[in-house]
């Protein structure tokens, strides 16, 4: 995917604990209801395993776990949401999806945080009236805190 520009755009609202964030409405397939994840051996503690979700295998992985390390388990009330990176789709696990909002580039702040600490997923935070919307790039995200590669070869090895 090409680098995503945040300037004027669409993104998908969603919730982990009491934090808000936004994704890119591009990189978003769909939005789905919790579901059965089986497990497999050797993976990261905020990878969960794989559903097949319209018999798909999809590899699936808790944001909470990947943003905080702080573990829960998963509810019926949460949502997978189904994001493209690259030619596959992976599921992320949140507490919900609340909304698609416009967010003007000019709302969009750097925080000097993210200056000190290179933390490349963090894409700035908007404000929208009350609300602090914490913008990620779910592809980079999922490069600095899981083995990428590792969820794209395990989708190839189950729909084979």
Known sequence: MDQINFQDFKA?????????????????????RMQTITPYPNRQPHVLGV???????????????????ETIKPTDDMRIIIVQVGEKEIGLVVDSATDVLDIASDTIQQPNLLEEKNVSYLKGIAKQGNRLLILLDIEKLLQDTTNLDELKEIKDELSS
């Open 12 to 32: 998908l609202i969603f919730k982990v604990g009491q934090e808000e964030y936004g994704v890119h409405i591009n990189q978003v397939v769909s939005i789905e």
């Open 51 to 69: 559903t097949s979700i319209r018999e798909v295998v999809t590899p699936i992985v808790d944001v909470r776990t990947a943003l905080t390390g």
